[in-house]
């Protein structure tokens, strides 16, 4: 079951840079909200923040809370136990390339120690089969390495991946961006099913995108959330001007 | 400015609407002169203009399929494009009413003339200032002047209930009048309807400007006051 | 104006050939060395090859006969020690570079250290190995030997490591870290894993570079005209026992040298061949 998300007073600075000011934002459980925005407008950074990733640059710096569940992801547990409940699927699909598509899909939880190779396939079946991907790969499982797939069907591996380890959240980095519009749309529908069992974030250049499957949207312009509300009302009807402007391409 | 092309395009749109709207408005306006003055070339001019009034409307409805399919519109862009379409059928209606108006003129050409209860030049003066109030407020972009006149629909709508109960009067008791009493019920009808739809132009803009649906505020309780956070979206750029 | 277009296009595949005709003109020069060599070797060298090269030792000097069989084995137990000492070292100074040294000074001063330590002529490494090691044990050893093939090793196969981890794309790594796998496990399962045919083949030039070395062994493991694979002995290496040969007045011992050096080469190829066919069917398996 998904979790909420609450994030209070969240800066983030990489280097000198304040990429994130005062973000405050309550991301609801089981549902799918979408974030947008212009180029470097601190997306990518906010979503980094959910799950610690951006530490893993050596100059970044967060302040605030967030909360997810009942969890203080800064104060009550480290990066590795978040980065555990918290799933990321990035923007260009990243299968480990050595391995075959058996073992990128439980590759979370071989390399945290867990071994036991009936579960595991068990676990695999469920992944792929939750990814929509199962029907096209059961054959091939252990014959062929994760690079070989096509582009739509590695992202769907990249989620099924992410998916294994069982996360209470999905963090999508732009997941359809590098994709043809027919693995977009299986993408989509994809995002639609997982909603009922996984809260999912999702940051997305592509308006049309949000609007077919978040329910809820934020707005970011230049590290600040200008506006956050029903999808519904961003995309007929926002509150603020920049975010009409921006949605209706005047800008950005 | 980004999306030039596209900001031309609703540019254009909103100029075939207002065409149209010329249209529409000189229609009617033909149509009661026509009963005034009982010219039967007048009413000619109104039924030659009825074909310009329908090729227009097939085609402002096909540009704004064209810029739903092809621009992906969001927010003001949509609503304004959505409302486009809804006034563009009203207005096609408007035409259909004034050509009705002619129709019965033409009829009571035939017939001797008879004076009846019923003021039909003032219901048609309020029908056309409605009409007329609700185009200007669409070229503004002005909600303000749009509810004024929903508020107007009233008084149209109690001539009309109160010149159908002295016609049928009338036909009861002086049966002999009775063509020329059904005409001028038609006629009040037909003006009835042109109050109708100038106030669904209204309700459009209104939805347009302010994202604020106020259809059937009567029947459905929902009242017609402004939104306390909407803003009023820029208005296509005007030449 | 379109016979000016049709000379310049002209001029642009005349120029076109002549570069191609120069490319080829270079490989050849570089690829003829090597082929001169190998046939020279085998001219010289392959008659004196025989079933005793291979099984006997070396025979007093004026007599005739015997062979190179503990220079070969000799090589190897040298080569063993050096790969023990050179590849684990050197492959954790990449990781260190690549992964967790990042513009660090220390990391400068690894990467300086590591070019200063490759450029050392390999007699003078042979000098410091036999004052640092054979002095103090008062004897000559295959394992100084070792340790000093193995130092000589360690540059090649760290700055190597380095670049072949580097080139491992920072999605891939993301992608561990995304998954919370601690970040030692997901350099060495991954980063590691995945850049592991580069590490391999800098291994392998490193083995190939210091499995012909004589210079360093002269002092420290001298050399064995007997069997011996002890490492606290002085030991016999292909390389020695062809020098030796080869400054000897007798030419029964040339003709051996020759043939050494020609099963040296040999040796060596196919060592580096062997290791290349292993793990092409290990590691690469399905990596299309």
């Not at chain 1, 991301?27 to 979503?47: E, Q, R």
């Not at chain 2, 097939?58 to 540009?63: G, K, L, T, V």
């Not at chain 3, 000492?85 to 990449?94: E, F, N, V």
């Not at chain 3, 062997?274 to 793990?279: A, C, E, G, S, W």
Request: aromatic share 6%.
């Amino acid at each position: 079951m998904g979790v909420g998300i609450e994030v209070s007073n969240l800066n983030a600075w990489y280097g000198t840079n304040h990429s994130l000011q005062e973000i405050n934002l309550n991301i609801p459980g089981n549902h799918a909200t979408a974030l947008i925005g212009p180029s470097g407008c601190g997306k990518s950074t906010f979503v980094r923040c959910l799950n610690r990733m951006h530490e893993t640059n050596p100059v970044a710096r967060v302040t605030g809370t967030v909360r997810i569940g009942d969890l203080d992801i800064y104060k009550d547990c480290k990066p590795v136990e978040i980065r555990r409940r918290v799933g990321m699927v990035f923007q260009r699909p990243n299968p480990f390339p050595t391995m075959s598509i058996y073992d990128n899909v439980c590759a979370g939880l071989k390399l945290n120690g867990y071994n036991h190779s009936q579960a595991l396939d068990e676990i695999v079946e469920k992944s792929l089969k939750n990814s929509a991907l199962w029907d096209e790969v059961k054959d091939d499982l252990k014959k062929k390495s994760g690079a070989s797939l096509s582009g739509g069907q590695q992202q769907r591996l990249c989620i099924a991946r992410a998916l294994a380890v069982d996360p209470e959240v999905l963090l999508m980095d732009e997941p359809a961006s590098a994709l043809d519009p027919v693995s977009t749309a299986k993408i989509e529908d994809l995002i639609f099913q997982l909603k009922s069992q996984y809260t999912i974030v999702i940051v997305t250049h592509n308006m049309q995108q949000a609007a077919r499957v978040a329910e809820n949207t934020g707005f970011f312009l230049n590290g600040r959330m200008v506006e956050f509300d029903s999808t519904h009302k961003i995309f007929t009807n926002p509150s603020d001007k920049r975010t009409e402007d921006y949605i209706t391409g005047r800008f950005g | 400015m980004t999306r030039i092309r596209f900001q031309q395009s609703l540019e254009e749109l909103k100029e075939s609407l207002l065409v149209m709207a010329g249209l529409a408005e000189q229609s009617i306006q033909r149509a009661i002169e026509a009963y005034r003055t009982r010219d039967l070339s007048v009413c000619d001019l109104v039924s030659h203009g009825e074909n310009a009034i329908n090729r227009l409307e097939r085609d402002i409805d096909q540009a704004a399929l064209d810029l739903l399919a092809m621009e992906q519109p969001m927010a003001g862009d949509l609503r304004f494009i959505l409302s486009v379409i809804k006034i563009n059928a009203d207005l096609e209606r408007v035409g259909d009413a004034a050509k009705s108006i002619s129709d019965r003129v033409r009829h009571m050409e035939r017939m001797a003339a008879a004076d009846l209860p019923v003021d039909i030049p003032r219901m048609a003066s309020l029908a056309t200032e409605m009409v007329r109030k609700s185009l200007q407020s669409f070229i503004e972009a002005d909600a303000e002047m749009a509810r004024s006149v929903l508020a107007m629909d009233d008084a149209v709508d109690a001539m009309n209930k109160a010149a159908y109960k002295a016609l049928t009067k009338v036909m009861e008791e002086e049966s002999h009048l009775a063509p020329q009493a059904l005409n001028a019920l038609m006629i009040s009808r037909s003006l009835e309807r042109v109050a109708d739809h100038a106030t669904n132009i209204a309700e459009d803009v209104i939805f347009w400007v302010q994202g604020d649906d106020v259809r059937h505020y009567k029947s459905l309780k929902t009242a017609p006051e402004p939104p306390a956070t909407a803003t009023a979206p820029d208005p296509p750029i005007m030449t | 104006m379109r016979d000016e277009n049709d000379l310049r296009s002209k001029v642009r595949a005349v120029i076109d050939h002549a570069a191609t005709g120069l490319a080829v003109l270079s490989t050849l020069l570089v690829v003829t060395p090597l082929v001169a060599i190998f046939v020279y070797l085998i001219y010289k060298g392959a008659s004196s090859l025989s079933f005793a090269f291979f099984t006997q030792i070396p025979k007093p000097e004026g007599e005739p006969g015997g062979g190179m069989a503990n220079a070969i084995v000799g090589s190897a137990v040298l080569l063993a020690i050096s790969s023990a000492i050179g590849i684990p070292i050197g492959i954790g100074g990449g990781i260190y570079l690549a992964e967790y040294g990042r513009g660090t000074k220390l990391a400068n001063m690894v990467r300086f250290t590591a070019d200063v330590l490759n450029g050392i002529p390999s007699i003078v490494m042979g000098l410091a190995i036999y004052s640092l090691i054979v002095y103090r044990q008062q004897h000559f050893s295959a394992f100084s030997g070792g340790v000093a093939l193995g130092i000589m090793m360690i540059p090649t196969v760290t700055r190597t490591s380095e670049e072949m981890l580097l080139m491992v794309p920072h999605a891939v790594r993301e992608a561990a870290l995304a998954l919370g796998v601690p970040n030692w496990r997901s350099v060495v399962s991954i980063t590691l894993k995945t850049a592991s045919p580069g590490v391999i083949t800098g291994c392998m030039l490193a083995f190939a570079r210091v499995a012909g070395e004589t210079a360093p062994l002269i002092f420290t493991a001298f050399g064995n005209s007997n069997w011996s694979v002890n490492p606290n002995q002085a030991i016999s290496a292909l390389p020695l026992q062809i020098y030796i040969y080869a400054i000897s007045p007798y030419d029964d011992l040339h003709r051996l040298a020759w043939a050494g050096a020609l099963v040296l080469i040999v040796l060596i190829v196919a060592a580096v061949s062997l290791v290349r066919y292993v793990t092409s069917r290990g590691v690469l398996k399905g990596a299309s």
